[in-house]
T-cell receptor, first 113, second 114 residues
Framework: SAVISQKPSRDICQRGTSLTIQCQVD?????MFWYRQQPGQSLTLIAT?????????ESGFVIDKFPISRPNLTFSTLTVSNMSPEDSSIYLC??????????FGSGTRLTVV | AQSVTQLGSHVSVSEGALVLLRCNYS??????LFWYVQYPNQGLQLLLK??????LVKGINGFEAEFKKSETSFHLTKPSAHMSDAAEYFC????????????FGAGTRLFVKA
């Protein structure tokens, strides 16, 4: 299965600033997914990122707040923009599961103060 | 639309005791079912999966789960808990809708007492 490197692993940010999270995969994948895991909760899909096209966002998530880049088949970034304390979460990227399950990055633990 | 319900946000067992984590799902089409484990400060790791075929599936670390269509369940079990099993466990259902979309349950935190 694919191996994902995600960074930063954690960060503490001031409100109003932005943070870009990077996700590097060791193999080419068509679809990459970005999830948010709020404290004590399950995972919520933010968006699906396909190479060469705009990301598809789930209900409640917008591009202005969570811009995503997917410049090639092994890399993606998620930016959390104009952060507020409510954005404090773990953000995870994962790669396409074709019925075989997803592989996840180790996550980025974001604290907004 | 599919959904996943995990019964019990917290489960506590003694070391050596049976582990049973419950998961029920709803899906209008045959689902793929998964269990993931999340250790503190880490991402999710796939424990096991059911796609087709044998309904009893075995995963890593001695865990197994049985797909019961009549009960729409996919409970996770392990005969003997170990301290290292303490973690958060997520059940997930995935269906093909022109691409796979996965829905995660709320998670069950497993505590193992010495």
């Amino acid at each position: 299965s694919a191996v994902i490197s995600q960074k930063p692993s954690r960060d503490i940010c001031q409100r109003g600033t932005s943070l870009t999270i990077q996700c590097q995969v060791d193999s080419q994948v068509t679809m990459m997914f970005w999830y948010r895991q709020q404290p004590g909760q399950s995972l919520t899909l933010i968006a699906t990122a396909n190479q060469g096209s705009e990301a598809t966002y789930e209900s409640g998530f917008v591009i202005d707040k969570f811009p995503i880049s997917r410049p090639n088949l092994t890399f993606s970034t998620l930016t959390v923009s104009n952060m507020s304390p409510e954005d404090s979460s773990i953000y995870l990227c994962s790669v396409e599961g074709t019925g075989d399950g997803y592989t996840f990055g180790s996550g980025t633990r974001l604290t907004v103060v | 639309a599919q959904s996943v319900t995990q019964l019990g946000s917290h489960v506590s067992v003694s070391e050596g005791a049976l582990v049973l984590l419950r998961c029920n799902y709803s899906s209008s089409v045959p689902p793929y079912l998964f269990w993931y484990v999340q250790y503190p400060n880490q991402g999710l790791q796939l424990l096991l999966k059911y796609t087709t075929g044998a309904t009893l599936v075995k995963g890593i670390n001695g865990f197994e789960a049985e797909f019961k269509k009549s009960e729409t369940s996919f409970h996770l079990t392990k005969p003997s808990a170990h301290m290292s099993d303490a973690a958060e466990y997520f059940c997930a259902v995935s269906v093909s809708t022109g691409g796979f979309k996965t829905i995660f349950g709320a998670g069950t935190r497993l505590f193992v007492k010495a």
